[in-house]
């Protein structure tokens, strides 16, 4: 039976939000005063039908590819979802990291894909490894998930492995779905999309997670024309017409790129030093040291880590993201990037329960 729900959305849009928040996966809000656009500017009605042009051909030029290359979807959810379903028929297999984040597997299964996994191995420091690829490809494999920078542990993948991959995937008649909505937290010497490694791969992408304006619903796929074609085919069964406004908006976003992710970027750093800080005070708790990205992915040294998410939350006012939402329950994520503030009392209070934890 396919499956029509996620959890994990589910848990985030009820059950996440706390005082403290740590729950989150991408920096705080872009606040509209501070981009240069006013409400003359806008229209509610304009030529949005495959896409507003002016936006595709904005997203062509920041990511370097043609227009014809670009789809644009609502938010990276969205365009997972278009480049899943225009990809896969039900019963072909598709290959997806593991731990992954758990609207992508979803995704997959309501597809009716068979869905079949490959380790991150926390010993390996989560690094992609082409030969558990290669153990677990198959004939009827179309398709192999991957995230960059990696959801939910920051870990950065390098182009030499994608290009080892991609070759896999030819050989077997498959592409490669690459997310990359964090990669623009690589904040200097920003990597090029894999995209542009061959064919055989399709990326997706929006403006959520590095630079604050989720209410957009900027996201986007670069994929062959042909295929990014029978994507936009595919949403006129659930998009139709995007919010026009929405699309003028994005369109200055991306004319003033650099400044809205640098509003973050302090936050960010200041977010990532409290926290290897942490790491630091507190050797019971495991984590891969990462340089890049808004979160971490934590383990308890001596177990119970859904015990200490409850109680975190129940005690503390401070919620992070449970690890059974990434297949794996004895670790939590931890977001950064919203608030320094904020992020430097949760993680005190973390720390006072960790002082006393012992699991039960």
């Known amino acids: 039976m396919r499956r029509k729900y996620s959890d994990y959305m589910n848990w985030a849009k009820t059950r996440s939000h706390a005082r403290f928040n740590l729950a989150t996966s991408g920096v705080g809000s872009f606040p509209l005063r501070e981009l240069p656009i006013g409400i003359d500017d806008l229209e509610i009605n304009g030529d949005t039908k495959y896409g507003f042009p002016p936006l595709r051909q904005a997203l062509a030029a920041k990511c370097g ?25 039900p019963g072909d297999e598709v290959l997806i990291e593991q731990p ?47 995230t960059n920078l990696h959801n939910p542990t920051s870990v950065q993948a390098n182009p030499a492995v994608f290009a080892k991959i991609g070759a896999l995937a030819r050989e077997a008649g498959a592409r490669v779905l690459v997310d990359e909505i964090y990669v623009d937290a690589i904040y200097e010497n920003t990597p090029t999309s894999v995209f542009h490694l061959g064919p055989e791969f399709v990326v997706t992408n929006s403006l959520t997670k590095v630079y604050g304006v989720s209410g957009l619903r900027c996201g986007w796929i670069l994929a062959e024309p042909e295929l990014a074609w029978a994507m936009y085919r595919l949403n006129d069964l659930f998009g139709s017409i995007p919010s026009h406004p929405g699309n003028q908006i994005a369109v200055r976003v991306l004319e003033h790129l650099d400044m809205v992710r640098d509003r973050a970027r302090h936050v960010v750093e200041a977010d990532r030093a409290l926290f290897e800080a942490f790491l630091g005070e507190h050797p019971q708790v495991i984590a891969p040291r990462t340089t890049h990205g808004t979160t971490a992915f934590l383990r308890l040294a001596g177990g119970g880590a859904p015990e200490f998410v409850e109680r975190l939350r129940a005690e503390y006012d401070t919620s992070v993201v449970p690890g059974r939402f990434f297949d794996t329950p004895d670790h939590f994520r931890v977001g950064m990037g919203v608030n320094t503030a904020m992020f430097s009392e949760g993680l005190r209070r973390m720390g006072e329960l960790l002082r006393e934890f012992r699991p039960a």
């Open 100 to 146: 992954a984040y758990e609207l992508l597997v979803s995704a997959a299964q309501f597809t009716g894909a068979t869905v079949k996994r490959f380790l991150r191995r926390e010993e390996n420091a989560y690094a992609l490894d082409v030969e558990e690829i290669r153990r677990n490809i198959t004939s009827k494999t179309r398709l192999i998930v991957i």
């Open 65 to 89: 590819v043609s227009p014809d290359c670009v789809v644009t979807a609502d938010g990276a959810s969205q365009a997972n979802y278009l480049a899943t379903a225009a990809i896969l028929e």
